[in-house]
T-cell receptor, first 113, second 115 residues
Framework: AQSVTQLGSHVSVSEGALVLLRCNYSSSVPPYLFWYVQYPNQGLQLLLKYTSAATLVKGINGFEAEFKKSETSFHLTKPSAHMSDAAEYFCAVSDKGAQKLVFGQGTRLTINP | KAGVTQTPRYLIKTRGQQVTLSCSPISGHRSVSWYQQTPGQGLQFLFEYFSETQRNKGNFPGRFSGRQFSNSRSEMNVSTLELGDSALYLC??????????????FGSGTQLSVL
């Protein structure tokens, strides 16, 4: 069975600071990994996805994530936080592309002015 | 191009009732998935439909069911509602082609409150 653990249910950073959201996964097969963002009262928007093409994945809004098989991690980073980045972020894993995603519990990101 | 559309946006029901939620996928998308989001359990996969057939199923009781129509629109039904069914129900669609490099697009959800 697959699973995802997001370390830290709440992360707070200052505007302009580095954003680092942690995600560790468990999968018995090569995984497909995703990061989604959810703004209040909205659905999920795909930030980026890993499908084995490249270990460093660049997404929208300046976010990127690095797949590290040895650490079973897929941490999300952004060099400089913006107020508009405040939202909840979800890491997800699948063994079949975009089918049957297993999500982590989410990390709420707060940006301090 | 319109996104994934879910109706209604909000719904209030009482215990024991049944409810039907609707989802219209992005044009050209043949697969529709449903997810339940609650503060306690997070996001959980309910089921996926493709070409009017259930392709994948999560670990939910039989009170949760769905169907897909020939135009790819999908409905989800919950019978004999329980307080714990209060949640945001999210629908997602994808093309469902042969490529694994697909994207899953989510709607804004239906917020169901069971009183």
């Amino acid at each position: 069975a697959q699973s995802v653990t997001q370390l830290g249910s709440h992360v707070s950073v200052s505007e302009g600071a580095l954003v680092l959201l942690r995600c560790n996964y468990s999968s018995s097969v090569p995984p497909y990994l995703f990061w989604y963002v959810q703004y209040p009262n909205q659905g999920l928007q795909l930030l980026l996805k890993y499908t084995s093409a490249a270990t460093l994945v660049k997404g929208i809004n300046g976010f990127e994530a690095e797949f590290k098989k040895s650490e079973t991690s897929f941490h999300l980073t952004k060099p400089s936080a913006h107020m508009s980045d405040a939202a909840e972020y979800f890491c997800a894993v699948s063994d079949k592309g975009a089918q049957k995603l297993v999500f982590g519990q989410g990390t709420r990101l707060t940006i301090n002015p | 191009k319109a996104g994934v559309t879910q109706t209604p946006r909000y719904l209030i029901k009482t215990r024991g009732q049944q409810v039907t939620l609707s989802c219209s996928p992005i044009s050209g998308h043949r697969s529709v998935s449903w997810y339940q989001q609650t503060p306690g359990q997070g996001l959980q996969f309910l089921f996926e439909y493709f070409s009017e057939t259930q392709r994948n199923k999560g670990n939910f009781p039989g009170r949760f069911s769905g169907r897909q129509f020939s135009n790819s629109r999908s409905e989800m039904n919950v019978s004999t509602l329980e307080l714990g069914d209060s949640a945001l129900y999210l629908c997602a669609s994808r093309k469902a082609g042969t490529s694994t490099d697909e994207k899953l697009f989510f709607g804004s959800g239906t917020q169901l409150s069971v009183l």
